[in-house]
């Protein structure tokens, strides 16, 4: 079956403007989390969305950082004003469900670029 | 504070075994995991330990110590296409609304002919 898929696969964008990063979980996976991965840097967590509880938007750096997710299905990360310190891949994933023994599946990232 | 630690690069030969070691030190603990990512690649799930010992997979096997805080990966006949980074990540939270994971820094494997 499909897998996690993300879109754009690469963005450069300006400092200063807003991006919205998109995700899309595999079918029925009702858990979908964002992390961003920097040169060198290990996957950091961003938020982490489970059904139709709040979110944990712990991992969000800043205010300029946003998520949603409807339907319970699809996710938009988007960034405002963006900074070139945001420059990293951002990578979704998504599992069956919020307990530890479900594996996360990846999508492939988008690589953001900000000049 | 939450801190996982593995070497950065290791080398090793084509048909010999490699072990990456990792050590963690996090709020709570509730699994950890090893990923395998090749460059400009999505990481994809090798193996999953809650309890103590080692769970073997194929050529894969991974160890877990609870109380050293501390796991390896064990990569037996190593080929070419293992070639990768490899990270260790923990869950530190129990369910709920915390789900996330952990992660090192990665270790960079290189093997050689």
């Known amino acids: 079956g499909a897998g996690v898929s993300q879109s754009p696969s690469n963005k450069v964008t300006e400092k200063g403007k807003d991006v919205e990063l998109r995700c899309d979980p595999i079918?029925?996976?009702?858990?979908l989390y964002w992390y961003r991965q920097s040169l060198g840097q290990g996957l950091e967590f961003l938020i982490y969305?489970?059904?139709?509880?709040?979110?944990?938007k712990s991992g969000l750096p800043s205010d300029r950082f946003s998520a949603e997710r409807t339907g319970g299905s699809v996710s938009t990360l988007t960034i405002q004003r963006t900074q070139q310190e945001d420059s990293a891949v951002y990578l979704c994933?998504?599992?069956?469900?919020?307990?530890?023994?479900?594996?996360?599946?990846f999508g492939p990232g988008t690589r953001l670029t900000v000049t | 504070g939450q801190n996982i630690d593995q070497p950065t690069e290791m080398t090793a030969t084509e048909g010999a075994i490699v072990q990456i070691n990792c050590t963690y030190q996090?709020?709570?603990?509730?699994?950890l995991f090893w990923y395998q990512q090749h460059a400009g690649e999505a990481p994809t799930f090798l193996s999953y330990?809650?309890?103590?010992g080692l769970e073997e997979k194929g050529r894969f096997s991974s160890f877990l110590s609870r109380s050293k805080g501390y796991s390896y990966l064990l990569l037996k006949e190593l080929q070419m296409k293992d070639s990768a980074s490899y990270l260790c990540?923990?869950?530190?939270?129990?369910?709920?609304?915390?789900?996330?994971?952990?992660f090192g820094k990665g270790t960079k494997l290189s093997v050689k002919p």
């Open positions: 079918s029925g996976h009702t858990a």
């Open positions: 969305f489970q059904g139709n509880s709040a979110p944990d």
């Open positions: 990540a923990v869950r530190p939270f129990y369910g709920g609304s915390q789900g996330n994971l952990i």
């Open positions: 996090t709020s709570g603990f509730n699994g």
């Open positions: 330990n809650v309890l103590d």
């Open positions: 994933a998504s599992s069956q469900g919020g307990e530890p023994t479900y594996e996360q599946y």
